[in-house]
């Protein structure tokens, strides 16, 4: 019934752009904060940024800002990070996540989608 599901992955040279989105189903984007993971080769998952329940309200990683941009599309209960300037070290598997707030925290996020590969490489 609860479902997120990334998409936009793929391959990407240095400096170049993706737009990653998470559609869901079986709830609302005024009930849950959207935040987004990743996952690099060899490394732990961390976290890259979240956006609020009310849309107003965005964060992101030390390593991503400046770079990466959150943003939503209420009709179609989706949520995008637009990944800019892209650099070999975003190379990861990308996750978004469903919670009450925006967390740093991904052990308190309830609802996980599957996935997209993002590699980028020359």
């Known amino acids: 019934q609860v479902q997120l599901v990334e998409s936009g992955g793929g391959l990407v040279q240095p400096g170049g752009s993706l737009r990653l989105s998470c559609a869901m189903s079986?709830?609302?984007?005024?009930?849950?904060?959207i935040g987004w993971f990743r996952r690099a080769p060899g490394k732990e998952r961390e976290a890259v940024s979240c956006?609020?329940?009310?849309?107003?309200?965005?964060y992101y990683a030390d390593s991503v800002k400046g770079r990466f941009t959150m943003s939503r599309d209420k009709a179609k209960n989706t949520v995008y990070l637009h990944l800019n300037n892209l650099k070999p070290e975003d190379t990861a598997v990308y996750y978004c996540?469903?919670?009450?707030?925006?967390?740093?925290?991904?052990?308190?996020?309830?609802?996980w989608g599957q996935g997209t590969q993002v590699t980028v490489s020359s």
């Open positions: 956006i609020n329940t009310l849309g107003d309200s965005r």
């Open positions: 079986g709830f609302s984007l005024d009930y849950y904060a």
């Open positions: 996540a469903a919670e009450d707030h925006c967390t740093w925290s991904d052990a308190l996020y309830d609802y």
